[in-house]
T-cell receptor, first 112, second 114 residues
């Protein structure tokens, strides 16, 4: 079953604008991760935020986590054409289990 | 490092045939995961191994699916007999330390069962 649900399902913006994607989940988590998938390729890990963290930055990426609302957001600043991809949130459950549960993703298109 | 290696990249087979997908994890990684991706169901965890031992196979859809990891550098996912609804992209991923951290994905095998 899908734990994370991304919103929106698709997003199209102009190059240089910021892109924000949201993720909601249902059960307690150990951490939440964001991955990128380019068309026809495997997933690439972007950033991990632990359940006791509220915000994390990595380059042009900013992730927030609100465990009380069971939600996370991924912000990509100053978007580039190369950012065109699908973005997935994945949750690692509490209790020490190792498998990740992925949402269905947000398809981001950056218009040049 | 070459990353996670999967073969074949594409597989087309007829219903009823046996299909074997292969994966070589990143050297030194203790965890190996098999996922399936479809438009309808998204990415689903099928099974994962720790130190070559299957830990959780609750995501394996049916007895037609089986996975093995005979050594630290090789794993297989077998479907016998295959059905059209098995058509999907199958990903292998590996991780070090604890699996619920960053996972490194292979390029996937696109399986089409006709």
């Amino acid at each position: 079953s899908q734990q994370g649900e991304e919103d929106p399902q698709a997003l199209s913006i102009q190059e240089g604008e910021n892109a924000t994607m949201n993720c909601s989940y249902k059960t307690s988590i150990n951490n939440l991760q964001w991955y990128r998938q380019n068309s026809g390729r495997g997933l690439v890990h972007l950033i991990l935020i632990r359940s006791n963290e509220r915000e994390k930055h990595s380059g042009r990426l900013r992730v927030t986590l609100d465990t009380s609302k069971k939600s996370s957001s991924l912000l990509i600043t100053a978007s580039r054409a190369a950012d065109t991809a699908s973005y997935f949130c994945a949750t690692a459950p509490g209790g020490g289990a190792d498998g990740l549960t992925f949402g269905k993703g947000t398809h981001l298109i950056i218009q040049p | 490092d070459a990353g996670v290696i999967q073969s074949p990249r594409h597989e087309v087979t007829e219903m009823g045939q046996e299909v074997t997908l292969r994966c070589k994890p990143i050297s030194g990684h203790d965890y190996l995961f098999w996922y399936r991706q479809t438009m309808m169901r998204g990415l689903e965890l099928l099974i994962y191994f720790n130190n070559n031992v299957p830990i959780d196979d609750s995501g394996m859809p049916e007895d037609r699916f089986s996975a093995k990891m005979p050594n630290a550098s090789f794993s297989t996912l077998k479907i016998q007999p295959s059905e059209p609804r098995d058509s999907a992209v199958y990903f292998c991923a590996s991780s070090f330390v604890r699996g619920a951290n960053e996972q490194y994905f292979g390029p996937g095998t696109r399986l089409t069962v006709t």
